[in-house]
């Protein structure tokens, strides 16, 4: 096993209230194909649900292992960092990187522990108070006018 793939063990997907149960589908199946397994969900409106096995398309077994937890601050225990992903510059009193500095930084972590890549719901994103729980911030860019 190469070290990459070691550290990518290591990295938790956490989907902070996901209100549709095919949004959460959606997430395996990007997650196995970008050989993440680990799927974390707080507080989802609707799971387990067959609308998630049906847009996992072949990525069950990350929804079968999934792990749903009634807060954030239960999703990350154990965690050595947490990186929230948000579109909206925030000010934020901790480190706020580009997406892809980010990345390195979090699988630079993994060596050391488990990391979550956080990521909030679909209307809002994450909340200001669920950013501060994360180490870093990394910013995505994306169409302003959407």
Partial sequence: M??????????????????HPGNIGAAARAML???????????????PD????????????????????????QALAGCVLAVGLTVRPREFAGRVLAVREAAAQAIAHAAHGDVAVVFGTEMSGLSNAELARCG??????ANPGY
């Fill in 2 to 19: 190469t070290p990459g793939l070691d550290r990518l063990r290591a990295v938790h997907v956490v989907l902070v209230a996901p209100s």
């Fill in 33 to 47: 194909t970008m050989g993440l397994e680990r799927l974390v969900l707080v507080d989802p409106r609707k799971y």
């Fill in 50 to 73: 067959p609308d998630a096995a049906a847009l996992a398309s072949g990525a069950t077994a990350v929804l079968d292992g999934a792990r749903v937890v009634a807060t954030l601050d």
């Fill in 136 to 141: 870093i911030v990394a910013t995505i860019p």
